[in-house]
Antibody, heavy 121, light 110 residues
Framework: EVQLLESGGGSVQPGGSLRLSCAAS????????MSWVRQAPGKGLEWVSG????????LSADSVKGRFTISRDNSKNTLDLQMNSLRAEDTAVYYC??????????????WGQGTLVTVSS | QSALTQPASVSGSPGQSITISCTGT?????????VSWYQQHPGKAPKLMIY???NRPSGVSNRFSGSKSGNTASLTISGLQAEDEADYYC??????????FGGGTRLTVL
């Protein structure tokens, strides 16, 4: 059974940093691209960043480029998101998401339960 | 990258069929067959219902079907049931090697 367990969410002041982690199990982690997808309160889904199975291909949405960094450790089956220079508009539930393919992000077939990040002074 | 365009809401009575549209451009929906649909109940994580335009994951009811014409993809739910009431999102692979979601559609079962 595929399981994705996020951690690291919480409250932070504008300009601060936070690191999210996702522990994956139930599948061969290195064989699949992974993404972070967020959902602001009462709003829709927004793709944030993705990484290929090998970790060699990394893409991010324009809204977080230069501030957020996605990474993975295939030896530990973990996916991380380092978030710097946080803004109020980054407040959202962040989902760890497994893709159906290896090399790029095409379709999320499994989602974690989400972790809430609140940016407020 | 702009979000794909979905109607804000649709509704239908039990047993009826409804269709939700998802409009993009030739750089996303129209250019690739990586369109997916997700169902999200309140307070829950999304669930994949359709991938690659027409394919259903194992365990998803065959009442859910997908299609595409040009830059617009569609999700059809037939034999509407009370438990289908949820938010539905489409997504598409984009030429820039990224992913884009639609704004979401709230389905109300009357």
């Amino acid at each position: 059974e595929v399981q994705l367990l996020e951690s690291g969410g919480g409250s932070v002041q504008p300009g601060g940093s936070l690191r999210l982690s996702c522990a994956a199990s139930g599948f061969t982690f290195s064989n699949y691209a992974m993404s972070w997808v967020r959902q602001a309160p009462g709003k829709g889904l927004e793709w944030v960043s993705g990484i290929s199975g090998s970790g060699g291909n990394i893409l991010s949405a324009d809204s977080v480029k230069g501030r957020f960094t996605i990474s993975r450790d295939n030896s530990k089956n973990t996916l991380d998101l380092q978030m710097n220079s946080l803004r109020a508009e980054d407040t959202a539930v962040y989902y760890c998401a497994k893709d159906r393919t290896t090399s790029t992000v095409t379709s999320v077939d499994y989602w974690g339960q989400g972790t809430l990040v609140t940016v407020s002074s | 990258q702009s979000a794909l365009t979905q109607p804000a809401s649709v509704s239908g009575s039990p047993g009826q069929s409804i269709t939700i549209s998802c409009t993009g451009t030739s750089s996303d929906v129209g250019g690739y067959n990586h369109v997916s649909w997700y169902q999200q109940h309140p307070g829950k994580a999304p669930k994949l219902m359709i991938y690659d335009v027409t394919n259903r994951p194992s365990g998803v009811s065959n009442r859910f079907s997908g299609s595409k014409s040009g830059n617009t993809a569609s999700l059809t739910i037939s034999g509407l049931q009370a438990e289908d009431e949820a938010d539905y999102y489409c997504s598409s692979y984009v030429i820039s090697d990224t992913l884009v979601f639609g704004g979401g559609t709230r389905l109300t079962v009357l």
